[in-house]
């Protein structure tokens, strides 16, 4: 009798631990892929770390940090190889972890004062071409600069952008891709002659249904940060949570099995609900700020307990964000826990205890 109740016991408890994951499936982590020197050490971290903290999805910010056949004038230096790719897939594989690569997208063409490869090798895909980098960047500046964007109307840009995309799904072994697509503030601008004068939201939405179409080929899912298509000036956001370009009217122009990844990182903020009641699936993004992220966590819960099937099936839980370096991230993970702290390892550690 003793060995039956015990049996039961652990039958029960394995039953509760299944209902919390269906609750909110998904437990992400989003992060830069490694450097070579760091590899080893991220493997470690993946094997190690995620499984204990029912960690279930890790998306990958690869951009050009990965040995393209298809276009290897846009690798960056030292980049990983698929030999070295395979050794996270195969890790992420008997981990039961789902691996999603990241490119940026439309925005985040630049930083601060360095162009990303794609515009720094196909400088006839900027939006803005006589918008220049200065030497030494500040915010806010004449140009309104924060990132360079490319160009949706190009004709030549996405037999680039989708080459990439293929390789990189490939040697992923993916079945979802991230597209990015935050912070996009030149859009549409007077000075691009295939795009002054047309609509940012139809540029913004024929953008993304053009990527998520392309996917779809393939059966292939696309997941972007869901900024842009939330009114800045309505909900009293601002221009970098959400949009003051107008692009937010796209998320009635577009596909609904688009996975948003909805950050916020100074408050639980409830859009998560409004991206749900359009019919859109949705993690909520922490990042630094651990109370803030348990009050976004308990929301969400919240909202999938209370809400209609037809809405709470569209709350998928959270993902976490980090936009250090790997190997800094990493040093401040294994460092003491302290939980005063505003620190994205420290934020990771409270939202997914062990």
């Not at 309505?234 to 996975?259: F, Q, V, Y």
């Not at 699936?281 to 630094?288: E, K, L, P, Y």
Request: aromatic content about 10%; hydrophobic content about 40%.
């Amino acid at each position: 009798m003793k060995n039956i109740s015990l049996t039961l016991l652990l039958f029960y408890c394995i039953i509760q631990i299944v209902n919390a994951q269906d609750t909110l499936p998904i437990r992400g982590l989003a992060i830069a892929a490694p450097n070579k020197e760091n590899l080893d050490r991220f493997v470690k971290f993946i094997n190690e770390e995620l499984p204990p903290r029912g960690v279930n999805t890790l998306i990958l910010r690869v951009d050009y940090n990965f040995n393209y056949q298809s276009h290897p004038e846009l690798v960056q230096e030292n980049a990983l190889t698929q030999n070295e790719v395979n050794k996270i897939v195969a890790t992420c594989q008997k981990n039961n972890i789902e691996l999603i690569p990241q490119i940026n997208l439309l925005g985040h063409q630049s930083w601060h004062s360095n162009l990303e490869m794609l515009l720094k090798v196909y400088p006839e895909f900027d939006e803005t071409p006589s918008v220049k980098l200065p030497e030494k960047y500040e915010w806010p500046n004449k140009d309104g600069l924060y990132c360079k964007s490319y160009c949706p109307l190009h004709p030549d840009v996405h037999k680039v952008v989708f080459a990439l995309i293929d390789e990189i799904v490939a040697a992923f072994q993916a079945n979802a891709f991230h597209a990015g697509m935050d912070e996009v503030f030149y859009i549409g601008e007077e000075e691009c002659s295939r795009c002054n004068g047309r609509d940012k939201a139809e540029l913004f939405a024929g953008e993304l249904t053009k990527i998520r179409n392309h996917l779809a080929q393939t059966d292939k899912k696309l997941w972007i940060w869901g900024d842009r298509l939330l009114d800045g000036k309505t909900t009293g956001l601002g221009m970098w949570e959400a949009s003051m370009n107008h692009t937010h009217r796209a998320i009635d122009l577009i596909p609904k099995d688009i996975m948003i990844c909805d950050w916020h990182y100074e408050r639980a903020e409830p859009t998560a609900a409004y991206f749900a009641l359009k019919g859109f699936d949705v993690a909520t993004s922490s990042w630094r700020k651990g109370a803030v992220a348990k009050e976004q966590l308990a929301f969400l819960e919240n909202l999938k307990k209370n809400a209609s099937e037809e809405t709470a099936q569209h709350i998928k839980g959270m993902v976490h964000t980090s936009w250090s370096s790997v190997s800094s991230f990493l040093d401040r993970f294994y460092a003491p826990l302290d939980s005063s702290k505003i620190d994205d390892a420290v934020c990771f550690k409270m939202l997914f205890g062990e």
